[in-house]
C-alpha cells in the first residue's frame, strides 16, 4: 500500500522560509510524478508546484520564484522549499503522487504564516 507522509509544517513570520517533505512508501517512487497542493481556510483545494519523474517543474503563479520543488529518489523524498512567505500563504499543503490510473495522497500538513 503506497504512503505519503508530509513534515516540515509550522509557524513562521512573513518573509521566513520552511521546507516541506514527502516520503513515500509501499512502491517504487521514481516513477511518480509528485506535486504539492494546499488548501487554506475557505477555500479549495489548489496546486502549488509539481515535479515529473524526468525533473521538469510547474509552479502556480502565486508562489513562482519564492517555492522550490524537488525530488530526491535515492530517499524516496519529495521536497518543497517555501521562502519569502506571506500570510496568503497560510494553508493545509498536501503532497500528491500520481502516475497513469494511480493517485495518492498525504494527510497534509499545517504552515500558518503570523506575525
Known amino acids: 500500500q503506497v504512503q505519503l507522509v508530509e513534515s516540515g509544517g509550522g509557524l513562521v513570520q512573513p518573509g521566513g522560509s520552511l521546507r516541506l517533505s514527502c516520503v513515500v512508501s509501499?512502491?517504487?517512487?521514481?516513477?511518480?510524478?509528485m506535486g504539492w497542493y494546499r488548501q487554506g481556510p475557505g477555500k479549495q483545494r489548489e496546486l502549488v508546484a509539481r515535479i515529473s519523474t524526468t525533473g521538469w517543474t510547474n509552479y502556480a503563479d502565486s508562489v513562482k520564484g519564492r517555492f522550490t520543488i524537488s525530488r530526491d529518489n535515492a530517499k524516496n523524498t519529495a521536497y518543497l522549499q517555501m521562502n519569502s512567505l506571506k500570510f496568503e500563504d497560510t494553508a493545509v499543503y498536501y503532497c500528491?503522487?500520481?502516475?497513469?490510473?494511480?493517485?495518492?495522497w498525504g494527510q497534509g500538513t499545517q504552515v500558518t504564516v503570523s506575525s
Open positions: 500528491n503522487a500520481n502516475r497513469p490510473l494511480y493517485d495518492y
Open positions: 509501499g512502491s517504487i517512487f521514481s516513477i511518480y510524478h
